[in-house]
């Protein structure tokens, strides 16, 4: 059966697609919508037999997107989740360990390359100027976390809702039987716990403080229809071809499809963060004629406010119901929202097309799509800096390099993006260890072409502890790996 993956907007029920929903993983056209996770890193052994058939048992656990769905309607119907959702991922390594084909092998230039691999020459130059650049992460391995310099093999993503307490035993009871199951075969590397953070509306936000995950690429109907009656789409269009995430697994059948996945255990300097923010906003004031708020500052580093006001729709928050209907057209000189916000480094909304002519068809195809979930200490007013809080930041995608890569290096690290002299986004770009960023540019006004600019930077606030590259293949082929 032929899948035509310029396809969006699809039905769950569509039946064109039942074979491929029962084969795809969940988690990627739709997010699991969990509230606690584990992330079990494991290595295999040499026993490339016995590895395939841990694998091959796994599989039998794994979510389907069919089986997500399933579950979701029984949680709309019973009113709780008590579904264990299981995903499950390789990295190159892991492929390597089970003794397949290579022709198997998903074929994305980071993915073969791992994480770690800091020589490895990525194309990230935008518009064809090819510039191949090393280390387009700009990540520095010594400040990586042990396990994660290790070789990791795969990933099992366990989440489960529901009381807490009750939560957290079974999660840990999930750990405990995949340790018990890899017995002699393998071992788990390390395990990441994951929680999900909401404010007193139980939006879901990050420990900076701000609602995240509000700002998706959508595949599904039921999705498209819940954004459409948020605000419409009159100035953005959130839908995205099933291409933009969902590649062929070149190691299944005619219905099976895989997604690439970028995995980065970011740490938050919350402190630090409004610490900074608090300056800003005092430098800012001395300039302005108004009392700038550290909420104003932290907002246009962000380019949305706490609760997810974007700041180039008004001066303050408050902006109920419509979330994500804004691009940047009545703001083209970055007089509202900074060119350096994290939200429009991460996603310009036709700035690229009024800035370098170039297709909008070519900026939407950069657009990622976020399953991460903080970890750590849920205090957002900590006492020090650099408190065990963050992020582990989980993107799928069709291409490392042509999204992510290029996402985090050709925007956020590029101090000329949009146009010169820019700077870093200041939540998660980083130059090379040892560089000094550029100080960024900030109006005292918001909105007025004529009001002072200070120069400030910001940045520094988010650091990487580790991660890899992972392939989430289909379930065909981990269930139908050789014996
Ligand atoms: C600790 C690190 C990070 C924090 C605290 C953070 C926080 C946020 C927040 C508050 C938003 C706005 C709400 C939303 O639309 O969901 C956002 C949006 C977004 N972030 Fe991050 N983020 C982090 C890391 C990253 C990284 C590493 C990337 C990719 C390089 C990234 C890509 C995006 C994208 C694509 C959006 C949506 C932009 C849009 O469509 O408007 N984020 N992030």
Redesign the pocket.
């Given at each position: 059966m032929s899948v035509n993956l310029n396809q969006t907007n699809i039905g769950l029920d569509d039946p064109n697609f039942q074979t491929v929903f029962a084969n795809l993983q969940g988690n990627i056209l739709k997010g699991h919508g969990r509230d606690a996770a584990r992330h079990v890193f494991f290595s295999l052994g040499s026993d490339e037999a016995a590895n395939r058939r841990w694998i091959r048992q796994l599989a039998e656990t794994v979510t389907s997107m069919s089986e997500q769905d399933r579950q979701h309607q029984a949680f709309k119907q019973q009113g709780k989740a008590d579904h264990l959702f299981v995903n499950l991922m390789l990295s190159a390594t892991g492929y390597r360990h089970l003794g397949v084909a290579q022709t198997q092998w998903p074929d994305d230039q980071a993915f073969l390359a791992g994480m770690k691999d800091v020589t490895q020459r990525y194309d990230t130059a935008p518009r064809g100027d090819h510039k191949p650049t090393v280390n387009p992460l700009n990540d520095d391995l010594s400040q990586w976390e042990t396990p994660f310099t290790q070789t990791i093999d795969g990933m099992v993503i366990f989440a489960l809702s529901g009381d807490p307490a009750t939560v957290e035993q079974s999660l840990d009871h999930q750990v405990q039987a995949l340790k018990q199951s890899l017995d002699g075969i393998g071992q788990i590397v390390v395990v990441q716990r994951g929680h999900v953070m909401r404010n007193d509306k139980q939006q879901v936000i990050?420990?900076?403080g701000?609602?995240?995950?509000?700002?998706?690429p959508k595949f599904l109907f039921s999705e498209l229809n819940e954004e459409y009656r948020n605000g419409g789409y009159s100035q953005n269009d959130p839908s995205a071809p099933l291409s933009l995430v969902m590649v062929p697994d070149p190691g299944g059948d005619q219905s099976s499809f895989g997604t690439y996945v970028v995995y980065?255990k970011?740490q938050?300097n919350i402190k630090g963060f409004w610490q900074r923010a608090d300056l800003l906003a005092n430098t800012l004031s001395e300039k302005a004629d108004r009392k700038v708020s550290p909420d104003f500052a932290g907002a246009l580093c962000?380019?949305?406010f706490k609760d997810?006001t974007p700041i180039s729709e008004q001066a303050g928050d408050g902006w109920t119901n419509l979330f994500?209907n804004f691009n940047f057209d009545q703001d083209a000189d970055g007089l509202r929202c900074p060119f350096h916000a994290?939200?429009r480094k991460?996603?310009p909304?036709g700035d690229t097309v009024r800035q370098f002519n170039s297709p909008p068809t070519i900026e939407r195809s950069r657009?990622?799509v976020?399953r991460g979930i903080s970890f750590g200490d849920t205090e957002l007013n900590p006492a020090t800096e650099w408190t065990d809080a963050?992020?582990l930041?989980l993107?799928v995608q069709a291409s490392i390099v042509d999204q992510?890569i290029f996402?985090?290096h050709t925007w956020?690290n590029n101090e000329n993006f949009l146009r010169g002299d820019v700077g870093l986004d200041p939540?998660?770009g980083q130059l090379q260890p040892g560089q000094t960023p550029e100080s960024q540019t900030w109006s005292t006004g918001w909105g007025s072409p004529t009001a002072d600019k200070v120069s400030f930077s910001f940045s520094g606030f988010?650091r990487t502890k580790g991660g890899e590259y992972f392939f989430m293949p289909s379930l065909h082929f981990l269930k139908n790996l050789p014996a």
């Open positions: 990050e420990h900076f701000f609602v995240d995950g509000v700002s998706n980065r970011l938050q962000v380019g949305r997810g994500n994290h939200v991460t996603n909304r657009r990622i976020r963050g992020l930041f993107s992510f996402m985090q956020c939540l998660v988010v």
